[in-house]
Nanobody, 128 residues
Framework: QVQLVESGGGLVQPGGSLRLSCAAS????????IGWFRQAPGKEREGVSC????????YYADSVKGRFTISRDNAKNTVYLQMSSLKPEDTAMYYC?????????????????????WGQGTQVTVSS
C-alpha cells in the first residue's frame, strides 16, 4: 500500500521556521522524484520545491528561493522541507508527492504539478 505521510505543520509567527517531513512507504522510494506543493484557499495547487531521485538536483519556486531548503534521506524514505523566514503568504496546506517518468525531468514535477502518489497534507499557518 502506497503511503506518503506529511508532518511538521503548524502555526508560526512571521519570520519563524518550520520543518516539514514526508515519510514514504509502499514503493521504491529512490526511483521517484519527490516534491512539495501547497494550496491556499481559493488558489490553485502550486509546486514549491522538488528534489531528484538521488537528491543531487533541486528546484525551488521563485517565491521560496533562499528561504526554503529541500532534502531527502533515501535510507529513511523521507523528504524534508526546511522553511525559514516564513511569511503570511506561505499559509497553505502543504502536500508531498512522488513522481517517476523516464523522459520527464524532475523539475517538471514542480512546474506542471505532476504526481503519481500524493499525501494528505499538513497545514502551515503563518500569522501573528
Amino acid at each position: 500500500q502506497v503511503q506518503l505521510v506529511e508532518s511538521g505543520g503548524g502555526l508560526v509567527q512571521p519570520g519563524g521556521s518550520l520543518r516539514l517531513s514526508c515519510a514514504a512507504s509502499g514503493f521504491t522510494f529512490d526511483y521517484y522524484a519527490i516534491g512539495w506543493f501547497r494550496q491556499a484557499p481559493g488558489k490553485e495547487r502550486e509546486g514549491v520545491s522538488c528534489i531528484s531521485r538521488r537528491g543531487v538536483g533541486t528546484y525551488y519556486a521563485d517565491s521560496v528561493k533562499g528561504r526554503f531548503t529541500i532534502s531527502r534521506d533515501n535510507a529513511k524514505n523521507t523528504v524534508y522541507l526546511q522553511m525559514s523566514s516564513l511569511k503570511p503568504e506561505d499559509t497553505a496546506m502543504y502536500y508531498c508527492a512522488a513522481y517517476s517518468h523516464p523522459l520527464v525531468p524532475f523539475q517538471a514535477m514542480c512546474i506542471k504539478t505532476y504526481g503519481d502518489y500524493w499525501g494528505q497534507g499538513t497545514q502551515v499557518t503563518v500569522s501573528s
